[in-house]
């Protein structure tokens, strides 16, 4: 079955869902290391009056044309029933010590000034699936605010979440961090679909 928008608002209830799709010790080595390779500074979108502390994790965009990145790319769009044409490039992300992404939703803001520019290709972000490729020493879960819920970083554990309501609305119940992580490195990938096809494909 393949997911649509219409299906998000089931996850009004439980905006953050750990799935049962869990990636291997060796693909999540394989993947730590694509993006110990490819990282740069984090950016953020919508960035008016945010500070130098609100986004300080690194990223990595992960390239199409990696075996590793395709087949674990297409296990995960297929495990939650979604079209691979709808989705971004996978990014991975690096917190060190102190590290974090304060309170924060995937989708675009509708009254943001790059909302235009960022929904032109493929529109809207739909469903957000992000895995968890090690656990640190200490601190790095998730935690999202309007839910009281907190996912603590597991090797291979997914969570996913749908950013939009039944009727099409940003999913605000989607507010979300990345705490600071207090001992180690956190690592994670994200994959973030869209209403439409993109351009250009995540992997080839």
Known sequence: MRRTAADCGGLRRTAADCGGLRRTAADCAGLISLIDVHRRPS??????????????????????????????????????????????????????????????????????????????????????????????????????QHLDKTIQPETGKLAAWCNRTADGQPNAFTLHAGLPVRAGTKYIITAWFRDRPRRHPPVI
Not at 112 to 136: A, I, K, S
């Open 43 to 144: 950016t953020i979108t919508d960035a008016y009056g945010a500070g130098s502390d609100f986004r300080t994790s690194e990223t990595a965009d992960l390239p199409a044309d990696d075996p590793l990145v395709g087949r674990v790319y297409r296990q995960l769009a297929d495990y939650a029933g979604l079209n691979i044409a709808h989705g971004e490039a996978l990014q991975g992300q690096r917190y060190a010590v102190g590290q974090q992404f304060q309170m924060h939703t995937d989708y675009f803001e509708p009254s943001g000034l790059d909302y235009f520019p960022h929904t032109e290709d493929g529109g809207q972000r739909t469903w957000t699936m992000m895995v968890y490729l090690n656990e640190p020493k200490a601190g790095g879960a998730t935690r999202f």
